[in-house]
């Protein structure tokens, strides 16, 4: 095998011969030799062709020659590169990891907003009285001809529900009783707030239409009383004398630590034609919208606000409340997070960019000689920059590609042998490759000027 200077020597003596090939041809004048415009112009258009010819020849020589040398110097260095390659392998790989695990923490946190109930538009009666014949001043709570009204004219609505809320102290038997809190919604609220049933059954439609005595119990108080969720299923309780069966038990899908309407531990959800004749009213604080898509989230909770106001007095006001605000905080947090954790990431790719940048400059100083004889053969600075600038691109790119394959290895081996579906970002992949061609490009320059620097002559009597 040659040594890479002799290497250089062919591939120089190749260069030049392929510029001298490029010298211009003879150019035969056919036309009469009074015809001097004619001449002149067939002069010009040689010329012409021949300079485009040479430039052509240098920069497509010059570039496939300066990729051979890269080539030939790694080969010729193969433990060198490949222990300055490492660091840009951990550093791409973490970038790639970091990315992915930030990206998964974001979609957890949006989620489990969400999990308060996707889509969810909560109307609320905030204020506002009116005025009876006798002066008697009365809260202008919303009805459910309210809801009626809405779910007939607000496009989007998958689910809507009532609430009634009462306190009450039940009966579970032996002559206990306990204080609960009781919610009259229909079988839709179900889906509207995402409970999850742990045991047991939801009231149906059919339990509302015939008025049925049932409820659903939360499951906090489920195990307070009977231990377990399956064994609360089927024991009757006591409100105001009328007994309940219990048919299931819920809970929420994330725990609001009672900041929801659910705001107690001991709540039971009844049907709300049920609960209407305990509260005697059909007046409602709040009412639950599902909307299809969340695009249609905002549009929807004005289009309902408008809806209810139009059909109140003007001085009663109503809050539609959604998760838009929440989720749009959110993202913003995870987003920062992941920003601060790739610039965090990034120092090792500066601390490997170091590497690179002290690894190419004993590459220049072990190949002074060698930069001597290219530029006695003809090379200019710029080739010589070019050069190595190419070499330090080279070897960064290189780590970077085998580091963003292994840190995209990880996640999608998890998805692979597992449910669960970590989100992979392609530009995760780009940001890393990226990073990896900036380092180089950095850390490189120092290397490659001082090489295209170095006095030739100077060079050659170098030992």
């Not at 609360?232 to 219990?246: D, E, L, Y």
């Not at 990034?346 to 190419?360: D, E, P």
């Not at 790119?397 to 085998?402: D, I, N, Q, S, T």
């Amino acid at each position: 095998m040659l040594t890479p200077l002799a290497q250089t020597g062919r591939r120089l003596r190749y260069w030049k011969s392929a510029r001298m090939h490029a010298q211009p041809m003879s150019t035969s004048v056919t036309n009469p030799p009074n015809d001097a415009t004619e001449t002149a112009r067939l002069r010009k258009r040689a010329n012409s062709s021949f300079d485009k010819t040479l430039r052509s020849a240098r920069s497509t020589i010059a570039f496939r020659e300066t990729v051979n040398l890269a080539i030939d110097s790694f080969r010729a260095s193969k433990t060198r590169f490949l222990l300055t390659m490492l660091g840009m392998v951990i550093g791409s790989a973490s970038i790639v990891l970091v990315v992915t695990l930030g990206l998964t923490g974001r979609q957890y946190a949006l989620d489990t907003i969400s999990g308060l109930g996707p889509n969810k538009v909560e109307m609320q009666y905030t204020g506002g009285i009116t005025m009876g014949p006798d002066n008697v001043s009365t809260p202008d709570y919303m009805t459910i001809e309210d809801m009626q009204t809405v779910d007939n004219q607000v496009p989007g609505i998958i689910a809507s529900s009532p609430m009634l809320e009462f306190h009450d102290d039940i009966s579970i038997g032996n002559g206990m009783t306990k204080e609960a809190m009781l919610l009259g919604v229909n079988p839709q609220y179900k889906e509207v707030r995402n409970l999850k049933v742990m045991a047991g059954r939801f009231f149906d439609d059919q339990d509302a239409t015939s008025h049925a005595k049932v409820a659903v119990i939360f499951g906090p108080m489920a195990r307070q009383l009977y231990t377990s969720y399956a064994d609360a299923i089927g024991h009757q309780i006591s409100i105001r004398g009328i007994p309940f069966t219990i048919i299931g038990v819920f809970l929420e899908s994330i725990d609001t630590q009672g900041q929801s309407e659910i705001s107690s531990d001991r709540t039971l959800l009844v049907p709300y034609e049920v609960a209407r004749y305990f509260t005697g009213s059909n007046d409602l604080k709040e009412i639950f919208f599902s909307m299809r898509t969340s695009k249609e989230v905002e549009p929807g909770a004005a289009q309902i606000t408008q809806i209810i106001h139009n059909r109140h007095y003007p001085t009663s006001e109503y809050k539609a409340q959604t998760l838009t605000d929440w989720i749009r905080i959110m993202a913003k947090i995870a987003d920062m997070l992941l920003l601060v954790m790739i610039l965090g990431s990034a120092i090792t790719l500066t601390v490997s960019g170091v590497g690179i940048m002290n690894s190419m400059l004993a590459n220049v100083q072990s190949r002074i000689r060698e930069i001597g004889i290219r530029k006695a053969m003809g090379a200019t600075s710029r080739e010589i920059r070019m050069q190595f600038l190419t070499e330090a691109v080279f070897l960064s790119l290189a780590g970077g590609l085998v580091g963003t394959v292994l840190g995209m290895a990880l996640p999608f081996s998890v998805r692979f042998f597992s449910d669960f579906k970590i989100p992979v970002s392609a530009w995760s992949a780009v940001i890393a490759l990226a990073t990896s061609v900036v380092v180089g490009v950095i850390f490189g320059t120092l290397p490659a000027n001082r090489a295209a620097k170095l006095d030739p002559v100077a060079t050659l009597k170098y030992e």
